[in-house]
């Protein structure tokens, strides 16, 4: 097993991963600068979710591996990766899957307190980036009085309180109006570039992908790029069913 280079941060080689024999990776590499905007982009279906899923440690591939700072991934057992999440890694995904006995700070601060950060500290830290978002005056509030604007706010506000390493965007706009979509896009790209934060974000959106500072593009689970047959060693198809879909997890 070959390391990446000291650059990436992240780095994928040769991902494949198949449901029932459908692929939705298939031959995946890529590397991932620090500090870089990445927008992962394709059409619906395109495997775009599938590949963050890998990248983060939340799917395993059938083949291929990741490395984080050049230590690989997916030979950690399950404990050692959602460790590695919850820590190093953030995720903001379509829906914001916050939890509905929490307030909105609660939320936010989530990752710090399960860090063993101090509440008031935590709260303090939470706070802060829900005013940036411009959903401090919510942050009493419960989920099932928020917007669906204001529920993805404070799920954004719980990726950049923890200040990840890596940032993962699932599509994280696509259920916005283009008003606070262009709100969130913004906070998220200038606080990732002033606390160095990497982000890797999933659109089909070219305004969203314009943000970013490189464009990795997927056709069919393999590098829109890339042969057919040389991504996959014979012929590709199939759709990702699981695009657009994440896991509820802590490790946000």
């Known amino acids: 097993m070959v390391a990446p280079p000291d650059h990436d941060v992240l780095r994928a080689d040769a ?17 991932v600068r620090e500090g870089e905007i990445l927008a992962v982009t394709g059409p619906r279906g395109s495997g775009k979710t599938t ?43 379509t829906e914001p899957q916050l939890v509905p006995e929490l307030t909105a700070w609660e939320n936010a601060a989530l990752p710090l307190l399960l860090r063993g950060t101090a509440p008031r500290a935590a709260r303090t830290a939470a706070v802060g ?41 699932d599509d994280p706009t696509a259920r916005l109006h ?37 464009r990795f593009a997927l056709l069919d689970g393999r590098p829109a790029d890339a042969p057919a047959a040389e991504a996959t060693g014979g012929p590709a198809g199939g759709t990702d069913d699981t695009e657009g879909r994440t896991t509820c997890s802590l490790s946000v």
């Open 178 to 214: 283009s008003a606070d979509r262009a709100l969130v896009l913004r906070i998220l790209t200038t606080a990732a570039r002033s606390h160095e934060i990497t982000v890797v974000l999933a659109t089909h959106d070219t305004e969203a992908a314009s943000h970013a500072d490189r």
């Open 129 to 169: 980036w829900l005013e940036r978002l411009d959903v401090g005056d919510c942050s009493r509030s419960r989920p099932a009085s928020l917007t669906q604007a204001q529920r993805q706010r404070v799920a954004v506000a719980r990726a950049l309180t923890a200040q990840p390493s890596v940032l993962f965007a």
């Open 15 to 31: 991902l494949h991963y198949a449901i029932s024999g459908t692929p939705l990776l298939a031959g995946v590499s890529l590397g």
């Open 51 to 93: 590949l963050l899923q890998c990248l983060s440690g939340r799917l395993v591939p059938d083949s291929g591996q990741v490395w984080f700072r050049s230590s690989p991934v997916h030979p950690l057992g399950a404990a050692a990766r959602e460790r590695l999440r919850r820590e190093s890694f953030g995720w903001i995904g």
